[in-house]
T-cell receptor, first 113, second 114 residues
Framework: GAGVSQSPSNKVTEKGKDVELRCDPISGHTALYWYRQSLGQGLEFLIYFQGNSAPDKSGLPSDRFSAERTGGSVSTLTIQRTQQEDSAVYLC???????????FGEGSRLTVL | AQSVTQLDSHVSVSEGTPVLLRCNYSSSYSPSLFWYVQHPNKGLQLLLKYTSAATLVKGINGFEAEFKKSETSFHLTKPSAHMSDAAEYFCVVSARGSQGNLIFGKGTKLSVKP
């Protein structure tokens, strides 16, 4: 596609429910990143994919968080048993290869009630 | 180890006055450096990037940054602030290491007063 697409743009869920956030990268971009941005905070690194593998998942906050990428393309970030502190904007970014600029999606705003 | 420090969490300027957002980096290798801007409720957009060509880099919307190896700095400047420049700005270093080779600064919020 023309840009990085994220869905849903907004998600409101109840505490304890599972949520899935989706990222459609720019075609051909091999590197894909997930970040979390809480209100008034900077970007918190979550996980990085190179192709379908995740060389660095050190930023995932707990085992309730997982992510996968299939076909070197779409990625999903799954949060199980959501907690209120999971409320944030989840940003996906992709880049061609391992250099060059990042292209960001507009984010998925998650609100856990 | 690589790191990036944005020296000011918040900068406030008057419209029409110069903007200076400071960024210092630490890297064992020749880094690539980027500035991104995030307007409220929007995704991040690339302003400019340095990739070992000219040390003075010009970006969009009249912004520029100068790579100074001796000072390990990559400060972002603009001669005359506009109201539409009010946003959050992130300095990013790309170097070998973890996190997919990207290290983000904590951001500087720029306010522009009329």
């Amino acid at each position: 596609g023309a840009g990085v697409s994220q869905s849903p743009s907004n998600k409101v869920t109840e505490k304890g429910k599972d949520v899935e956030l989706r990222c459609d990268p720019i075609s051909g971009h091999t590197a894909l990143y997930w970040y979390r941005q809480s209100l008034g905070q900077g970007l918190e690194f979550l996980i990085y994919f190179q192709g379908n593998s995740a060389p660095d998942k050190s930023g995932l906050p707990s085992d309730r968080f997982s992510a996968e990428r299939t076909g070197g393309s779409v990625s999903t970030l799954t949060i199980q048993r959501t907690q209120q502190e999971d409320s944030a904007v989840y940003l996906c970014a992709t880049r061609e290869g391992n250099t060059g600029e990042l292209f960001f999606g507009e984010g998925s705003r998650l609100t856990v009630l | 180890a690589q790191s990036v420090t944005q020296l000011d969490s918040h900068v406030s300027v008057s419209e029409g006055t110069p903007v200076l957002l400071r960024c210092n980096y630490s890297s064992s290798y020749s880094p690539s450096l980027f500035w991104y801007v995030q307007h409220p409720n929007k995704g991040l957009q690339l302003l400019l990037k340095y990739t070992s060509a000219a040390t003075l880099v010009k970006g969009i919307n009249g912004f520029e940054a100068e790579f100074k190896k001796s000072e390990t700095s990559f400060h972002l400047t603009k001669p005359s602030a506009h109201m539409s420049d009010a946003a959050e700005y992130f300095c990013v270093v790309s170097a070998r290491g973890s996190q997919g080779n990207l290290i983000f600064g904590k951001g500087t919020k720029l306010s522009v007063k009329p």
